[in-house]
């Protein structure tokens, strides 16, 4: 069971907009700390694909953003495209824990 | 540009102690810009946090590890390590290493990560 909730699946169509939640607690999210999320291909190593919230590294798609409100965070993909079917994760910090968490992850189809 | 590479035994037994090697080029460990971390992903399921290190030392560990593991520092070498007492089945997963920022708590770059399987 993880500290931060995320679907296990979503899908879309290609060229749809698509939003992947990530649903902590007081402690983490709801306490102001920071959700990153990240990007991983089957067998491959995670990539970040946002940091502090709704921050692209250099080279990431501005289709690709985030955000957050409250005890939540979400990750949107618009313009949906085949090559964006992957698993996602989001990461906080938790101040109860004393370190990082991750999310579930979230396996994303694109139909 | 900052690579990590993971390295240690592949097959580990049961009930004894995983033991890893992240070592760091590109960039120096004793930059008191960042931490450095371990992450851990068991075969189909998802990342799991398991502690960090500062090159002075301080280290911050996932508590649900139950006090079985130990990040340790050589800035001589550039390498950061990682132990991992009594492993059962269920420490068997992909080892990443990854840099994490000073003021932020995202993780990038990461190593390639590497399979530790726990036998009995």
């Known amino acids: 069971q993880s500290v931060l909730t995320q679907p296990p699946s979503v899908s879309g169509a290609p060229g749809q907009r698509v939003t992947i939640s990530c649903t902590g607690t007081?402690?983490?999210?709801?306490?102001?700390?920071?959700v990153h999320w990240y990007q991983q291909f089957p067998g491959t190593v995670p990539k970040l694909l946002i940091y502090?919230?709704?921050n692209r590294p250099s080279g990431v798609p501005d289709r690709f953003s985030g955000s957050k409100s409250g005890t939540s965070a979400s990750l949107a993909i618009a313009g949906l495209q085949a090559e964006d079917e992957a698993d996602y994760y989001c990461q906080s910090y938790d101040s109860s824990l004393s370190g990082g968490v991750f999310g579930g992850g979230t396996q994303l189809t694109v139909l | 540009q900052l690579q990590l590479q993971e390295s240690g035994p592949g097959l580990v037994k049961s009930s004894e102690t995983l033991s890893l090697i992240c070592t760091v080029s590109?960039?120096?460990?004793?930059?008191?810009?960042?931490?450095w971390g371990w992450i851990r992903q068991p075969p189909g399921k998802g990342l799991e946090w398991l502690g960090i290190?500062?090159?002075?030392?301080?280290?911050y560990y996932n508590p649900s590890l139950k006090g079985r593991v130990t990040i340790s520092v050589d800035t001589s070498k550039n390498q950061f390590s990682l132990k991992l007492n009594s492993v059962t089945a269920a420490d068997t997963a992909v080892y990443y290493c990854?840099?994490?920022?000073?003021?932020?708590?995202?993780?990038?770059?990461w190593g390639q990560g590497t399979l530790v399987t726990v036998s009995s």
């Open positions: 590109g960039g120096s460990i004793s930059n008191s810009n960042y931490y």
């Open positions: 502090g919230n709704n």
């Open positions: 007081s402690s983490n999210i709801g306490a102001g700390y920071d």
């Open positions: 990854a840099r994490r920022r000073g003021d932020g708590t995202w993780f990038d770059p």
């Open positions: 290190i500062y090159y002075s030392g301080p280290t």
